[in-house]
């Protein structure tokens, strides 16, 4: 069973554009959501992450955003640049557990 | 070292073969994660090590898996009689400590023929 669903699974967005990609989770456990971020070839890398007690984060051009009632996070990429193009990944875990919960991966491609 | 280390990058193996991946995780960094990678697919969980506690194992995908990890520190995750969908990008990641920021190695590509 995905703990944690991501959709959509590739997006293409024009430079300057704005890309959102969505997660969803179930287990109102989890407390922290971290965004991952990985180009061919090179392991994920921590783009960005927040916990339950914001509803928003922002972070220069990346920002997440956080719905607990509806049990929903998203990333999004402001003016968003051809170095943005990557796989970006989801996850969810939660102090007492011993694994992270990835989504499957969402294939972003910025168009010049 | 300034990061996580992985090695082999690449492994080419024969169906049947027993293979060895190394981890070498960030000085300091408690908690040590593998995780599986498939083409197109999310991560795979498959053990986590914390300090000196008993591993989790529960990811582990058959009892051809097994990984240790010495002197808390260097993991090793052996895959014993390949078999073809072994063929995977194996990814080892660590931190401080449970619940915190994940610092991944490049990966294994490991292809069994």
């Known amino acids: 069973q995905q703990q944690v669903k991501q959709s959509p699974q590739s997006l293409i967005v024009q430079k300057g554009g704005i890309s959102i990609i969505n997660c969803a989770y179930e287990?109102?456990?989890?407390?922290?959501f971290p965004w991952y971020q990985q180009f061919p070839g090179k392991g994920p890398a921590l783009l960005i992450a927040i916990r339950p007690d914001v509803s928003e984060k922002k972070e220069g051009r990346f920002t997440i955003s956080f719905n607990k009632s509806a049990k929903q996070f998203s990333l999004h990429i402001m003016d968003s640049q051809p170095g943005d193009s990557a796989t970006y990944f989801c996850a969810a875990s939660k102090n007492t557990g011993n694994q992270f919960y990835f989504g499957t991966g969402t294939s972003l491609t910025v168009i010049p | 070292g300034a990061g996580v280390s992985q090695s082999p990058s690449n492994k080419v193996t024969e169906k049947g073969k027993d293979v060895e991946l190394r981890c070498d995780p960030i000085?300091?960094?408690?908690?040590l994660y593998w995780y599986r990678q498939s083409l197109g697919q999310g991560l795979e969980f498959l053990i986590y090590f914390q300090g000196n506690s008993a591993p989790d194992k529960s990811g582990l995908p058959s009892d051809r898996f097994s990984a240790e990890r010495t002197g808390g520190s260097v993991s090793t995750l052996t895959i014993q009689r390949t078999q073809q969908e072994d063929s995977a990008v194996y990814l080892c990641?660590?931190?401080?400590?449970?619940?915190?920021?994940?610092?991944f190695g490049s990966g294994t590509q490991l292809s069994v023929l």
């Open positions: 000085s300091g960094h408690t908690a």
């Open positions: 287990n109102t456990a989890f407390d922290y």
């Open positions: 990641a660590s931190s401080l400590g449970r619940n915190e920021k994940l610092f």
